[in-house]
């Protein structure tokens, strides 16, 4: 096992009739917010209504910023920040999924300094300080609400980048299963396939030869989230599966699954992130073409994780290593097509001819991330391995 | 899946040569500290010496508080209380196993009120600060190292009594898997046992219906204590074995297993606090003796999860429920002898007619923890159990 830190201050408030418990844990941290918020959903189902009712009952004067879209833009984050630093507010407030939040901790991050934010997301500058944040979760997916890493998209640029800062962890992340009954089937399985994604990235590239703690912790959050799922798209409102589901993708990315790794890498989380920055698609769906054609090109090269993998999480015992691996890879696949998540590049209409573009957008990033052994050549056989 | 709040900040720094990070790491907290510590181990395997010089180098005053004894007794936690308010120390500094940390836990409670602090443990006072803690691990066992809960023997009263509280996590907790070395191997693997306890407790006691998440994660862990404690008893300083084992101990009680399940109950604590408390044997010792016993109990009672248990963590598939149940907890015996841990009260010499003594006892604790269903006769019952 390599050297760590684990150190995840986030206090968690998870359950049933918890969301106005925000209020009273936002005035610990000031009395005027900005609220980051999405589109119209929130108004929809009440949530808008609780939050706001909480916030003014705690005392807290609200400055809104709504209108946050999937994969997050750089220059809403930049209204934010004006916003934030005209109104002098003391703390962030984001009310909804992974984009929300991350756009909230772009905005809790450059409401503190002069220059432009993005100059973080390029490593021209480090984060120092931030705005307190709190959260109400209204999507299972992205595990931002317990951690400490934002992607945001530049549009000029075309760039969608992320990365981690220790001061990005939310205070408070109040996570009510009930908040997300109205999620369609589509993006809740994109949110189950996100969370999946973000513990193979850690199995997979993992190069420690034998790492049992981990293992067994992410396989069992594979499991659950596929299981948990399954259950969601059953009845949208089955509160336990919900909960399940929101539970396993929180704990998917909140550090324990990479403590002790080393180094590892987000190869998938590379490539898709040229998809949705090129294409606007949808992170879970983009993740769910990646990842097949990536596991296809990896399990050439590591193929006894493959294998593991297969008969630990789709219980595969006959066949030799190589036949696990790629029957392991294949019962995956075939999850994906039963929850409905498109499984090639041409499911979202993204014309084959783009790979080249696609990969020379995703080396960028691959070089921000120091992952220099993804070649733009590399890339796009893995992308010809997902049409 | 019940509400919950999870709030863990201990950090937790792992690894090789990371013991000397004390300095730094207690000079956030204050210039004086009580030094807390055992018998002579950590100064023949030159933990001591690394952290004293790492200590003044940060320019820390130590004061030294060695003696701690396994199942670590009320009068020296007064000894130390006693010591922290003469010395006006800002903080303290626990360097050992669970018995050491959870008398430092009890100092850093006590030192700051002027009753008794035995009070807290019987419910009569409850915590309201406490003296920053930092630790430097040497036992893979208690997760005492990353979580809020203490246990200390009151020997005039012979009652072994413990609780948690909010106020009572480490600030930072050094986990470096080469002071665990020299831990002989009756030790060894009564830390696995012990840990492999923690975990049980939740998951048997568990009432929920369906919790996959928790499970997962819960079986895991009894998974990677087992295999690593049997790699560690190949090789006492195989460094990967030890890092794995003191991991999974740590992660089994860190508020994870038990997030979600709502009340759970610690009966196999319970009565083991009861011999510990009586014979002064080793806490996994003991646990090793009454787990057996109670698992046959419960496993009549509630078969299903014994039978989830046996097949996911022992692969026994064959057979009905109650065959399932009972080869499950045969597996988990059998790995006991083999880890050589005593598995019934004659083992360590425990007479049989002193049962209704023991029970007795337990009932004190039964009802500070709010077990009310564990009667005496319950209690002899169980204990019949393991004979």
Redesign the interface.
């Known amino acids: 096992?390599?050297?760590?830190?684990?150190?995840?201050?986030?206090?968690?408030?998870?359950?049933?009739d918890?969301i106005t418990s925000i209020g009273s844990e936002t005035a610990a941290y000031g009395k005027k917010a900005l609220m980051v918020y999405g589109r119209e959903s929130i108004k929809k189902n009440n949530i808008y209504d609780q939050v706001t009712e909480a916030l003014r009952e705690a005392g807290i004067t609200i400055i809104e910023h709504g209108g946050v879209q999937s994969n997050p833009v750089l220059s809403h984050v930049h209204q934010g920040i004006k916003l934030a630093k005209e109104n002098r507010v003391d703390t962030i407030v984001a009310v909804g999924g992974g984009s929300v939040l991350d756009s909230a901790k772009a905005i809790s991050a450059g409401a503190l300094v002069d220059h432009d934010v993005w100059k973080f997301f390029i490593g021209k500058k480090s984060i120092k300080d931030a705005l307190p944040l709190t959260c109400v979760l209204t999507l299972a997916a992205s595990g931002s609400e317990m951690n400490s890493g934002m992607v945001v998209t530049n549009e000029e640029t075309e760039q969608k980048f992320g990365f981690a800062n220790r001061h990005l962890y939310p205070k408070v992340s109040i996570l009510d299963?009930c908040a997300t009954f109205t999620v369609p089937p589509h993006y809740t399985a994109y949110g189950a396939v996100d969370a999946i994604a973000h513990v193979l990235e850690y199995y997979f590239t993992n190069r420690e030869p034998?790492?049992?703690?981990q293992?067994?912790?992410m396989?069992?959050?594979v499991?659950?989230c596929m299981?948990?799922c399954d259950r969601v798209l059953q009845n949208l409102e089955d509160y336990?599966a919900r909960?399940?589901l929101m539970?396993?993708a929180t704990?998917a990315l909140n550090g324990?699954s990479g403590?002790?790794l080393g180094k590892t890498g987000f190869p998938m989380h590379m490539i898709e992130h040229s998809l949705s920055a090129l294409y606007n698609i949808a992170h879970g769906a983009g993740l769910s073409i990646v990842m097949p054609g990536w596991m296809i090109y990896q399990a050439q090269r590591t193929p006894e994780k493959f294998a593991q993998f297969a008969e630990r999480v789709f219980n595969i015992t006959s066949g030799d290593i190589e036949e696990k691996a790629a029957e392991g890879i294949q019962a995956l696949l075939s999850w994906f097509v039963k929850i409905k998540t498109p499984t090639n590049l041409t499911a979202l209409h993204i014309p084959i001819q783009d790979i080249p573009k696609i990969a020379e957008n995703a080396v960028a990033l691959a070089k921000i991330w120091n992952m220099k052994d993804y070649t733009a050549e590399k890339i796009e056989e893995i992308l010809k391995l997902c049409v």
Chains 1, 2 share one sequence.
């Not at 830190?5 to 049933?16: R, Y």
């Not at 034998?210 to 703690?213: A, L, M, N, Q, R």
Request: aromatic share 14%; hydrophobic share 40%.
């Open positions: 096992m390599k050297n760590f830190v684990f150190h995840n201050p986030t206090k968690i408030i998870f359950g049933k918890t299963p034998y790492t049992p703690v293992d067994h912790f396989e069992g959050i499991i659950s299981d948990s336990d909960a399940d539970w396993a704990l324990l403590a002790g």
